[in-house]
């Protein structure tokens, strides 16, 4: 696929999905481009904002199957990699697969579940596999995993460790609408839509499984050129010595930040990276993988308040 066909089946995209979900641009253009890298995004807002029906909206435009799976604290590992069933009649066991075998996999709530059940995911996000009674079964592709978690009630959640918070590409901070944007959500259920009935925004495919494949495997003819992977090397090595931060970023996360600046160029329709893509998305990839001094927390610092400051300090390379 040619990488100004990128731009313009993601530009549609975008209009299609703005058929039914009012606002939330970065939420959207993020995990388009974290689908295009082969990324999985964590959502992290409060409940009513619109997580469920955006992701279920996707799978339309996208053409792609979508499977939710709400995190409870009884939640078993079984429940969504599936599990092996004895056939009398055959004698054997047969593999009945579980809900994580789809393309779009909403894990809501996903703090509610406990860590076993939490580290089930690990796998799938991270080889696109999973493994039940030492057998490896592929999951579809494309694959993205989109877990999301409330940041108000912490009682009886288990946060996610730090190696699967590691293997989100993104995570992303949604808010609520505008207040414009809100009176056009109740404007749509004055007329009388139900967004519960998505047929009633005569949403269109855009794209499919095969073309989701297709731009995974064009946007790698991105030009990074040396002086951007400079740029995001000494970013992601900023974090590691940066006065508020106790544990800095990874090297996975600069591998992250430049394959989502790949992803973001080719959506906005150039064949090369610039400094800008990297200052965008940077937030996105780095915000859940810093750990902040004591200190700095009691203060009231956010990371991404730490993050546009190692940002201010490393100069961008001159195009």
Not at 2 to 8: D, F, T
Not at 93 to 101: D, N, S
Not at 119 to 125: D, G, P, R
Not at 238 to 244: A, I, Y
């Amino acid at each position: 696929m040619e990488l100004a066909q990128i731009e313009r089946l993601f530009e549609k995209t975008l209009s299609e999905i703005g058929k039914v979900v009012v606002g939330q641009a970065e939420l959207i253009e993020a995990t388009l481009v974290a689908l295009f890298c082969e990324g999985n995004v964590l959502i992290e807002g409060v409940p009513g904002l619109g997580k469920t029906l955006f992701v279920n909206t996707l799978s339309r435009v996208l053409s792609c199957d979508f499977g939710r799976i709400q995190f409870t604290p009884d939640l078993m590992p079984s429940d969504l990699t599936g599990h092996s069933i004895y056939n009398t009649q055959k004698q054997e066991f047969i593999f009945q697969p579980g809900p994580i075998f789809t393309n779009l996999l909403l894990a809501d709530e996903i703090n509610r579940a406990p860590a076993k059940t939490q580290s089930a995911l690990l796998e799938a996000m991270q080889e696109r596999q999973v493994t039940v009674d030492g057998k490896s079964y592929p999951l579809k592709r494309p694959y993205l995993t989109i877990a999301t978690q409330n940041p108000l009630e912490q009682e009886g959640t288990y946060p996610l460790p730090e190696a699967q918070l590691d293997r989100f590409m993104f995570k992303l901070l949604i808010d609520y609408p505008l207040i414009e944007q809100e009176r056009r959500i109740l404007s749509q259920y004055a007329e009388g839509k139900d967004n519960r009935d998505l047929s009633q925004f005569d949403l269109q495919p855009v794209m499919n499984g095969d073309d989701v494949q297709q731009i995974q495997q064009a946007i790698s003819k991105v030009i990074v050129e040396p002086s951007i992977v400079e740029y995001i090397s000494d970013i992601v090595a900023k974090t590691r010595s940066w006065h508020s931060i106790s544990v800095g970023a990874s090297p996975r996360a600069g591998v992250h930040i430049l394959l989502a600046a790949r992803a973001l160029a080719a959506c906005r329709g150039r064949d090369f990276v610039v400094p800008d893509d990297v200052k965008e998305l940077t937030p996105w990839v780095l915000r859940h993988r810093l750990r902040l001094r004591p200190d700095a927390e009691i203060e009231g610092v956010l990371a991404d308040d730490v993050i546009r400051e190692v940002l201010d300090a490393v100069e961008a390379p001159r195009q």
